[in-house]
């Protein structure tokens, strides 16, 4: 699946996929976390072959300052909301191009369970009495009922990192 994105953005390219660390934890928090998964993953895959681009992909959870969840009748939920992102890195060793996907809210009791250290792929497979939901339509798919998969999300984060690559205006 992982693939598929970077497969769609370069059609031309032979895609190899690289098992490679992120450097960050399990289930990164916060936007500077879940980028840096991003990047270390693709310098990794650059250094694991013989290849013109690292693609790396991070999906994690983050808050945006001033969110409000359209609950007026929280006030406190505005700072509780918790968001699934994902964020791609694409490079050739000399340019960098960083993107991010689709920012979905998670639902409150999915967001207290990731607050209190779980991470959202067990969550999700609990919540809806699947397995791997992470490595099938993902936390993307089951949130919106499957109107946004998991790779159309990684889509286009790593169309958006990959525009140093495919225009000639940066």
Do not use: C
């Amino acid at each position: 699946m992982k693939r598929d994105a970077t497969v769609r953005v370069f059609p031309d390219a032979t895609v190899v996929a690289e098992p490679v660390p992120s450097g960050v934890p399990e289930q990164p928090v916060g936007h500077d976390e879940t980028r840096t998964g991003a990047q270390h993953r693709a310098d990794a895959a650059l250094e694991a072959g013989a290849y013109d681009l690292g693609v790396g992909i991070e999906g994690g959870v983050a808050s945006f300052d001033g969110a409000s969840t359209g609950d007026a009748t929280a006030a406190t939920a505005e700072s509780a909301a918790l968001y699934l992102v994902m964020w791609a890195a694409v490079t050739d060793g000399d340019r960098r191009g960083v993107g991010t996907g689709p920012s979905l809210r998670l639902p409150a009791s999915i967001a207290e369970r990731i607050r209190d250290g779980e991470e959202l792929g067990p969550v999700m497979d609990d919540v809806l009495g699947e397995s791997n939901v992470a490595e099938k339509q993902g936390a993307a798919g089951a949130l919106t009922d499957g109107r946004l998969t998991r790779t159309d999300a990684l889509d286009a984060a790593v169309t958006a990192a990959a525009g140093p690559f495919l225009s000639d205006r940066y």
